[in-house]
């Protein structure tokens, strides 16, 4: 039976998770934005807040079992306070929930340690391509076995953290299949270029990637000679948008409810006004259905059933609404929604990019 009750440990940690946001995030995420740089303390403070510490096995330095509903809560809840924040502390799980759910056992004990320590490890992940039509499970990308080694070649774009990532989990197409390879930094044929120049998460640093004739051993591919189930990894990255947007659209939707409250003409709060209050209404009834969405999708995979066509559902459905509810919440903000004093305009950016955010976030 879905239960929608959140048990004592899952109150906790998102109630920790917003204090976080709000006393932390929220001070600092408009200067983040325009100045492209967000704290490192807060990027630590995040990190210590141990989300993805107590998904991992006790065998490997963690303090739990993996849960896809924790996982989508916490993800939620960082999602509320600020987007490019809640991507750069989630920026470790584009390697560790892959090498949780498809690694083998040698790649497991190399490398789900290092995400159990005090301070987040230096790794990243490069999905997407700067291509028109991109596809992630045709990618141009590819990953060519030549004896024990094997050989990639491509583009990259939208990965985070690049410039200072030490590991690199690079998805390449494999004789038609999507896989995953470890990539060293500085390994020979690897740069990073420059920095992306995006609309939205201007604080999040993403980076272009090139491969020319890297050379990596054939234990590098994710989940060794069976390869990995790209399928799965595809369904948590966006499971982990979905989350995501929610939080982005519930800060935006309680913004603006706030602000039509307080706001008055004509001697009365513009939320007292018919078409204030049922565009209102209207953004409420998209979070809560994008919610569900969500949080069935995240159940599902707990219980070990395939949730792709209740993902692609809810992929869809965020992409727009994502969109439309922190539009809705510029209207109501009227002119001072364009004002960059307000976080309306920054909110309405960053939800425009959830279309194209495959692979940048985890969970």
């Known amino acids: 039976m879905l239960e929608f009750q959140l048990d004592e440990e899952q109150k906790m940690l998102t109630d920790a998770i917003h204090r976080y946001s709000t006393e932390m995030v929220r001070k600092v995420f408009r200067d983040a934005d325009e100045e492209g740089r967000i704290p490192a303390e807060v990027i630590q403070a995040g990190w210590e807040m141990g989300v993805l510490a107590t998904s991992l096995p006790e065998a490997y330095g963690g303090f739990g079992d993996y849960s896809a509903v924790t996982q989508v809560l916490a993800a939620e809840a960082f999602g509320w306070g600020d987007l490019a924040t809640a991507l750069a502390v989630m920026t470790p799980n584009l390697v560790a929930i892959p090498v949780l759910l498809a690694g083998t056992e040698a790649q497991k004990e190399a490398h789900l340690p290092l995400f159990a320590e005090e301070n987040p490890p230096k790794v990243t992940a490069a999905l997407t391509e700067p291509r028109i039509q991109y596809d992630p499970r045709r990618l141009q990308t590819t990953a060519v076995l030549d004896h024990d080694h094997y050989v990639l070649n491509g583009r990259k774009t939208y990965v985070p953290l690049a410039a200072e990532a030490e590991t690199f989990l690079i998805y390449a ?12 930094a500085g390994t020979n044929g690897l740069t990073v270029g420059e920095r992306d120049k995006l609309m939205g998460i201007k604080g999040l640093p993403t980076y272009k990637l090139s491969l020319e004739n890297v050379r990596i051993p054939a234990e590098n591919r994710l989940g060794g000679a069976a390869g990995s189930d790209f399928e799965t990894l595809l369904n948590h990255s966006r499971l982990a948008q979905g989350a995501l947007a929610v939080g982005l659209t519930q800060a935006s939707f309680e913004y603006a409810r706030d602000y039509a409250k307080q706001r008055v003409q004509f001697g009365e709060p513009i939320a007292q006004r018919q078409s204030i209050a ?26 070990g059933q395939d949730a792709t066509h209740e993902i692609t559902v809810m992929k869809h459905f965020i992409d727009e609404m994502a969109v ?16 960059r004093e307000y976080p309306m305009e920054l909110w309405l950016r960053n939800a425009r990019g959830f279309a194209t955010f495959d692979g940048v976030a985890m969970v």
């Open 173 to 184: 197409n494999e004789d038609g299949q999507t896989q995953a390879f470890f990539v060293a």
């Open 278 to 303: 049922f565009m209102l209404a209207e953004m409420a009834i998209d979070v809560e259905s994008a919610r569900m969405l969500v949080w069935e999708a995240a159940w599902l995979l707990d219980q």
């Open 324 to 339: 439309r509810v922190a539009d809705q919440g510029l209207q109501t903000l009227g002119g001072y929604g364009y004002i």
